[in-house]
């Protein structure tokens, strides 16, 4: 079952709070969707989990975050729609995390905004017990949208966008429970789209999937890009080597490296990475 | 540098198993050519019967190293340093086969020259196949220690190869002038220059792989411009 908690965090309102939106900054460098992170440090309680992170997300790209269970991938994530906040002894304790130039962890910025413009899509598929068609409109109707000839075209539009639609145009109005693993995780991915984020955040989404559903949510992903900045956490190495652009490999809540995903996997520049990702690790 | 134990004990062995099969073949190779240099320049024709039935060895070996090869991209997935050792062992191997097919058509020759009197001239083969073999060895010496520096040295060697057939060549075509009898003689020595020439293009290649994979850098073809460049 998905907690109310975690429906609100998958699609947060749009507009909840007009008077303090992200800001897009008049500055033309900042690319839309580009995170850079610096300096980051983040502790559970008195657990330092990330140190010094320093990296750069390139906008309408796949970026991979690899490394051993325990490294701080997920945790840095998390941390990119503040998904953190939620722990009550999770905080950054040094460093910012800007989308588009904007800290995302100022006091101006309204999470709930956040949240919709950096979407996230979980390891365990999770539909709420709604309807195909209910389930994606959820974050328009909670956002205001009331106007049933808008949200039928964003249903469409999402569905469409997760390459979901051709499979479930005939059952709209049946549960999404009673779809498959992979047509969940897509139907996740559309719900995620549905509310127009830039970034959208992928936490081993294809873990629970068979071979052929991954395979659609990798091409899904590979045709995603052009519009959206993805982050992927992932354990298959075949996974982050087939649909990402860049790779970041974490050890130890530490960035080891980061660089294109060809040259991680071909000729990686730092030991570390050539042990972990041939399988020498420990 | 030697890499660390991998996790799964049957990826190492398997690539143990590969590289053993490449190392044998470059033994064999190394043996077959020089039982058909031997059979040239001791006249020996037993030598060079068994420098040709070497071969079918070699080939066997070269398919087992292929499927082999196949059988660990697919098991395993491989990637980085593992991946290069294991693209290279199959390229090493290809190469392999292909310097042993020299030396049979040098084998060939040779009891085709070894049925007509000697001719001096066989003397110029000696030096090139001294040189194309050191070549072949420092090859395979790089590729197994990985030595990047040792790889990178045998390239430019093949010139000098290159060279020696150019000067073979022209003097054996003098000759053929000069004593129109011998002719076939001189042809096979031409042959048989040009079989040696062609090892050093081999060992050439292993270099240029022994490069790749222990430092993943193409080191093949430095003199075209890059499209992109132009």
Same mark, same amino acid.
């Given at each position: 079952m998905v907690s109310v908690a975690e429906m609100s965090e998958i699609?947060?309102?749009?507009? !909840? $709070?007009?008077?303090?939106?992200?800001p897009n900054p008049a500055n033309p460098k900042v690319e839309r969707g580009m995170i850079e992170i610096e300096q980051l440090d983040f502790a559970y309680g008195t657990n330092k !989990? /990330?140190?010094d992170i320093n990296l750069s997300i390139p906008a309408r790209a796949v970026t991979a975050f690899i490394g =051993?269970? &325990?490294? &701080?991938k997920t945790t840095l994530l998390r941390c990119l729609n503040r998904m953190n906040d939620l722990i009550d002894s999770a905080r950054i304790t040094q460093g910012s995390i800007r989308i588009e130039g904007v800290d995302i962890n100022a006091s101006s910025v309204d999470v709930v905004d956040l949240r919709r413009r950096v979407g996230m899509v979980f390891q365990k598929s999770n539909p709420f017990p709604k309807s195909i068609y209910d389930n994606v409109a959820y974050g328009l109707r909670i956002a205001g949208t009331t106007k049933r000839t808008l949200i039928d075209e964003a249903v469409e539009k999402s569905l469409r966008s997760a390459a979901l639609w051709d499979e479930v145009k005939d059952r709209l109005? !049946?549960? &999404?429970? &009673? /779809?498959?693993g992979g047509q969940q995780q897509r139907l996740c991915i559309a719900r995620a789209l549905a509310v127009e984020p830039e970034i959208v955040l992928m936490d081993e989404p294809c873990s629970a999937l068979d071979p052929i559903a991954t395979a659609k949510v990798e091409e899904l992903i590979r045709q995603l890009k052009e519009q959206y900045t993805i982050v992927i956490v992932t354990h298959n190495m075949q996974q982050a080597g087939r649909c990402s652009d860049h790779t970041a490999f974490f050890y130890l809540g530490r960035l080891i490296e980061f660089d294109d995903t060809t040259k991680i996997f071909? $000729?990686?520049?730092q030991r570390q990475t050539e042990e972990y990702i041939t399988g020498r690790f420990g | 540098m030697i890499a660390p134990r991998h996790i799964l004990g049957t990826f190492d062995e398997a690539l143990a198993s590969l590289r053993n099969n490449v190392l044998m073949m470059s033994s064999l190779t190394e043996r077959s050519l020089d039982r058909a240099i031997t059979g040239l320049i001791q006249r020996d024709d037993e030598l060079c019967a068994i420098a040709i039935a070497d071969d079918e060895e070699i080939d066997q070996l070269e398919k087992q190293v292929d499927k082999d090869g196949i059988d660990l991209l697919l098991r395993f997935q491989p990637v980085a340093s593992d991946l290069r050792r294991v693209v290279s062992a199959m390229k090493l191997s290809s190469n392999l086969e292909r310097m042993a097919d020299q030396g049979t058509n040098i084998a060939r020759r040779a009891r085709k020259l070894n049925q007509h009197p000697a001719l =001096?001239?066989?003397? /110029?083969i000696t030096p090139m196949y001294t040189h194309a073999m050191a070549m072949f060895k420092d090859a395979i010496d790089a590729y197994v220690r990985e030595d990047v520096q040792l790889a990178r040295a045998v390239v430019p060697r093949d010139q000098a190869l290159d060279e020696m057939n150019a000067t073979a060549g022209r003097r054996l075509i003098e000759r053929m002038a000069e004593d129109p009898e011998q002719l076939r003689g001189y042809l096979n020595l031409i042959f048989i220059s040009r079989c040696l020439e062609r090892v050093g293009d081999h060992a050439t290649n292993m270099a240029e792989d022994a490069v790749y994979a222990a430092a993943a850098e193409d080191i093949r073809h430095q003199h075209l411009v890059p499209a992109s460049d132009e």
């Open positions: 699609t947060s309102p749009t507009v !909840v $709070n007009q008077t303090a939106p992200m !989990v /990330l140190h =051993p269970s &325990g490294c &701080g109005h !049946v549960s &999404g429970y &009673g /779809l498959s071909s $000729n990686p520049g | =001096p001239e066989t003397e /110029l």
